[in-house]
């Protein structure tokens, strides 16, 4: 009877569906409670969640310690934070060292500069990320932010002081690494991998070769060569620098596992694409740069991020050639007798940093690939 | 591992290096190139509290940071005109060979082997330190004999680490070592009691001990100290005029702390008559001249940087560390300067 009554009064009254069957208790049913295993499954991973949750708030914000007071010759004095320890964060160290985490061994005054390179490299980013601003200009936006990265950090012009890189430090020393590092990477990635599948042997032995020998060693001990052996063998007095010794092994470094990733772009692609390229009269570079790198490298999309947000957090390694990157520079405020013991707060500190830069990537891509994937939904 | 890799570079250096230098001005390269510049380059190790560190502000602080400001003010007159290049244990023998830096102030051991293999020689000792233990009072061990069958936290791949191991097999000991990379962590499992024993340098557990505060009193320096660590400045064979200023740069200021002579007072002694003072300070005899460097060299130093004793105050007593075997020799102690004249 009410199904006839609906439907001659029209939307007047419309039935709520059943609460078990939709909706958000009907879900919680169908996937957390549906039999007595995965009930207690529930409640007892529920009970560990709260618990640590609870845990961690008392911890990290209810009795944690923000600020100590300073002693008689000056020097912070961090027994209190000593007497909660285990009971309360330190926030304090945090406190005291952020700038030093942040700007390594920057001069003081001068800090603002590498900050606004901060802000800089996460326009550069941000606008790189909007398809909006996805044509030729865009390369000229990369050079002049870069070059006036540049001119900050080193000064020496318009009344800055000159500021030698032995000095930098911090964050901006991660962002210079893993920006210029994967902007140098993935275009030579890129020929690397068509050369890889180049059909001229010289070509084809030099790029296995090349990937095949970086490959097969740790990014480590690729630092390291850049680092130790390579000033032994250039004469002295003509030394590169050592940050650029460490940006261009990072460089080779990521070209090589970048390549492999954009060979399987390349693989992955049906070779009747090729044909139809060819049988349209397309020279090499038309064929590649029209037809195959537009569909190989949206086949990519996961795994390059993937390597990106890796090679990301890999520009750490750097510490063991003494640069002080963002990880070193909170290792080395841990070093401060005061503060020697809280590393928890400063590698949750160091952690956030990181994950923020990270997931936005992948959140990117994400976007990214739905955005090119329309056709194949379509 | 690193050592036939050291040997591999040190033979590869000295064969780069030894190209005679034939310079005008000073007689040595080294300090010619510094001139030029305008500028030392120091290498330290940049992570180790009281020797070199930098502060909440940047500002590399500790006794091989402020020695590097002493080489600074002898040969440039200026303590500031320093760069300092953070180098590990592995890349600084490297660093120095290659001439990325000019001399290593970087907690390094005076040995027979590093002088002789590694192209490089000793200029000073500016800190005389030594592998110690620390324990808990409460388990009542009054001497490192007495550790028989202990575990001990050390660091891997350390000097401590073979220090330990020689002193136990010679006198027939047992231990367990357990190997803790991460300073943090290895401070933590002592406390936590997963040790009996914290071994390292002996002014890094005095300085733990000091840190502690209050509970000081709980842990227990014990007052063996099991192997020979002189650690002191670096410089490259082959430049005996720059070697010359570095360790007299070193010499002047316990020199300067036998006088009695500070930053604060140095202007004062300007009048002394006392023949050595006036020496040092450069009133008379060309001392500095006959360095290579200019004659007001230990002036600057002693104004700018202040005295051997000001510098350990400074650095090192603020750590909790006693002065000890770092004395001068007419207090018990080791640092001797032969006579300025």
């Known amino acids: 009877m009410s199904t006839t009554t609906v439907a001659a009064t029209g939307v007047a009254h419309r039935e709520q569906p059943p609460a078990l069957v939709y909706g958000p208790i ?31 708030i008392d911890w990290a914000f209810i009795n944690a310690i923000w600020t100590v007071p300073s002693n008689a010759n000056g020097t912070l004095d961090s027994t209190a934070c000593r007497d909660a320890r285990g009971v309360g964060a330190c926030w304090a160290v945090i406190g005291d060292k952020w700038r030093f985490i942040l700007f390594g061994r920057y001069p003081y005054d001068a ?42 950090m080193w000064g020496g012009v318009l009344g800055m002081e000159y500021v030698p890189n032995d000095s930098w430090g911090g964050l901006p020393i991660t962002l210079i690494l893993a920006t210029f590092g994967l902007a140098f990477a993935f275009p030579l990635s890129i020929f690397v991998a068509l050369g890889r599948r180049s059909t001229m042997p010289a070509v084809k032995i030099l790029c296995v070769v090349y990937v095949e020998l970086i490959r097969g060693v740790p990014l480590i001990s690729v630092l390291f060569m850049a680092s130790v052996m390579f000033p032994l063998f250039m ?90 990157d963002l990880l070193t520079s ?49 | 591992m690193i050592r036939p890799f050291a040997a591999f570079g040190a033979l590869l250096a000295t064969s780069l290096l030894a190209a005679p230098a034939f310079a005008q001005g000073s007689g040595s390269k080294t300090i010619d190139d510094i001139t030029k510049r305008g500028q030392v380059v120091c290498g330290v190790a940049g992570a180790v509290a009281g020797f070199s560190l930098p502060d909440s502000q940047g500002v590399m602080r500790g006794i091989d940071a402020d020695f590097c400001r002493t080489v600074a003010s002898a040969i440039l007159g200026d303590a500031n005109k320093v760069r300092f290049v953070n180098l590990t244990t592995q890349n600084r023998f490297t660093a120095l060979q290659s001439g990325e830096v000019d001399l290593l102030y970087r907690s390094t051991t005076w040995t027979l082997g590093r002088e002789a293999n590694l192209g490089g020689m000793f200029a000073s000792v500016n800190y005389y330190d030594g592998t110690g233990f620390l324990v808990k009072t409460s388990t009542g061990v009054k001497g490192a004999k007495e550790l028989d069958g202990a575990t001990i936290c050390v660091q891997p791949g350390t000097s401590t680490e073979l220090a330990i191991a020689d002193y136990f097999r010679v006198n027939n000991l047992k231990f367990t070592p357990i190997l803790i990379e991460d300073l943090s962590e290895i401070q933590r499992s002592f406390m936590n009691g997963r040790c009996d024993a914290y071994s390292t340098d002996s002014s890094a557990l005095a300085a733990f001990r000091f840190q502690q505060g209050a509970k000081a009193n709980e842990l227990t320096l014990l007052p063996d100290i099991i192997s020979k660590e002189p650690l002191g400045g670096m410089v490259r064979k082959g430049d005996d005029k720059f070697f010359d200023a570095v360790r007299w740069a070193y010499f002047a200021l316990l020199t300067a702390e036998e006088y009695g002579i500070t930053s604060k007072n140095v202007d004062s002694f300007l009048t002394s008559n006392v023949p050595e003072v006036r020496r040092l300070l450069g009133l008379e005899g060309d001392m500095g001249k006959a360095l290579g460097i200019d004659n007001k060299w230990a002036f600057n130093e002693i104004k700018q940087v202040g005295n051997y004793g000001e510098i350990w105050d400074r650095n090192i007593t603020v750590m909790g560390v006693p002065r000890g075997i770092n004395n001068l020799w007419n207090k018990g102690g080791l640092q001797y300067s032969p006579p300025v004249r």
Do not use: H
Not at chain 1, 30 to 37: I, K, V, Y
């Open chain 1, 235 to 324: 004469p002295a007095g003509l030394n590169p620098d050592k940050l650029l010794r460490a940006q261009v092994a990072i460089i080779l470094f990521s070209a090589a596992y970048l390549a492999e990733v954009v060979r399987a772009g390349l693989q992955a692609l049906p070779k009747g694409q090729y044909e139809a390229a060819d049988a349209m009269g397309l020279s090499f570079w038309q064929k590649t740069g029209l037809i195959i790198l537009p569909q190989a490298l949206r086949l990519v999309i996961p795994p390059l991020v993937n390597t990106f947000i890796g090679f990301f957090k890999d520009t750490s390694l750097v510490l063991i050639i003494g640069i002080f």
């Open chain 1, 330 to 378: 909170g290792k080395v405020a841990l070093a401060d007798p005061v503060w020697q013991g809280f590393s928890s707060e400063v590698y949750l500190f160091l952690a956030v940093i990181y994950f923020a830069f990270c997931y936005v990537m992948a959140r990117y891509s994400r976007g990214v690939e739905k955005y090119l994937g329309r056709s194949v939904r379509r």
């Open chain 1, 111 to 152: 800090q603002w500069r590498p900050a606004i390179c901060i802000f800089l490299f996460i326009g550069l980013y941000a606008v790189s990320a909007m398809r909006r601003f996805w044509r030729k200009e865009l390369l000229l936006v990369w050079v002049v932010t870069l070059a006036v990265i540049g001119l900050l």
């Open chain 1, 26 to 56: 009907a879900w919680l049913r169908a996937n957390l409670f549906n039999s007595w295993l995965s009930t207690a499954v529930t409640l007892a991973l529920a009970y560990l969640i709260v618990r640590w949750a609870i845990g961690f």
